[in-house]
Nanobody, 124 residues
Framework: QVQLVESGGGLMQAGGSLRLSCSASGRTFRSYAMGWFRQAPGKEREFVAAISTGGRGTLYADSVKGRFTISRDDAKGTAYLQMNSLKPEDTAVYYC?????????????????WGQGTQVTVSS
């Protein structure tokens, strides 16, 4: 089992950057594929980005491709989401998630472990 804690959210103007961190407990972090999802008010939780074990492969939603970068540091047990060129439509609560598999999933139901979320607000 793994416990996840997100940090790094906040208020940013459009065009700015933020880096989210997801710290995982336990010694098996390297065996989990990791994902980032977001949920805006009144909307369903949606896929943002994901990374396989070992960082061999990454996946991105079309809406963030070229602006966001997912990475992981297995030695620190942490996953990151670097968000550049932020837009007001990126405003949401961002969640990290862990999947006990080598390859990530694009679906919410593909992840068994979730953090509590961190708010990202982008003003125009």
């Amino acid at each position: 089992q793994v416990q996840l804690v997100e940090s790094g959210g906040g208020l940013m103007q459009a065009g700015g950057s933020l880096r989210l961190s997801c710290s995982a407990s336990g010694r098996t972090f390297r065996s989990y594929a990791m994902g980032w999802f977001r949920q805006a008010p009144g909307k369903e939780r949606e896929f943002v980005a994901a990374i396989s074990t070992g960082g061999r492969g990454t996946l991105y939603a079309d809406s963030v491709k070229g602006r966001f970068t997912i990475s992981r540091d297995d030695a620190k047990g942490t996953a990151y989401l670097q968000m550049n060129s932020l837009k007001p439509e990126d405003t949401a609560v961002y969640y990290c998630a862990a999947r006990a598999s080598g390859w990530p999933s694009l679906e919410v139901k593909g992840y068994a472990y979730w953090g509590q979320g961190t708010q990202v607000t982008v003003s125009s």
